[in-house]
């Protein structure tokens, strides 16, 4: 994957993007590369290679590099998101059933 593609798909903010905001605004923690247009506040699957890309940056490296190629990155988001929807659906069947023991306790 090189830093033209798509690194945040939910904000459509490339790995370019991430790394030219670091070398211009000098952010502290990698946190901070939130304010590169919301770059990491979407699904969350980019964070860690945000993060990879601000060491990188910060390193000294001229060229940053996410090490995947395009395709196999929105494969591996498409699972992430899948897996985090799965997980928010019993979270939620959960909180029903603990609401349902608060209105019903005789039950």
């Not at 990491?40 to 699957?45: F, I, L, M």
């Not at 196999?72 to 603990?98: C, I, M, N, T």
């Amino acid at each position: 994957m090189n830093l033209r593609d798509e690194l945040c798909v939910c904000f459509h903010v490339t790995g370019r993007k991430v790394a030219t905001f670091v070398r211009l605004n000098d952010p502290k923690v990698a946190s901070q590369c939130s304010e590169c247009y919301g770059a990491g506040t979407g699904c969350g699957w980019c964070v860690p290679f945000i993060q990879k890309i601000f060491e990188q940056v910060k390193a000294g490296e001229d060229e940053p590099i996410v090490d995947m190629d395009p395709e196999e990155y929105r494969e591996r988001r498409g699972q992430y998101l899948r897996q985090l929807r799965s997980s928010r659906v019993r979270d939620d069947a959960g909180l029903a059933d603990a609401i349902d023991d608060e209105e019903n306790p005789e039950q």
